[in-house]
């Protein structure tokens, strides 16, 4: 998916993470953590709610 954004090349990454406002990609596991969450029993009253995990991008 990154390919498609980045070009494939190194310099095309630093841009995408340059528009990034926290100024950093996501990682794997803070995708994860977050499903986990939405799976955990202290998720259990959130209902009807679409979760942004993007690092601030849609702010």
Known sequence: MMGRF???TPEGR???IDQEPVG???????IASAVL???SQ?????I???LV???SQTV
């Open 53 to 55: 995990v993007d690092g």
């Open 37 to 39: 969450w939405l799976c």
């Open 48 to 50: 009807g709610h679409a």
């Open 6 to 8: 980045t070009g494939g």
């Open 14 to 16: 630093q841009s995408v």
């Open 42 to 46: 202290p998720a259990a009253f959130t």
């Open 24 to 30: 950093r990609m996501g990682t794997p596991q803070e």
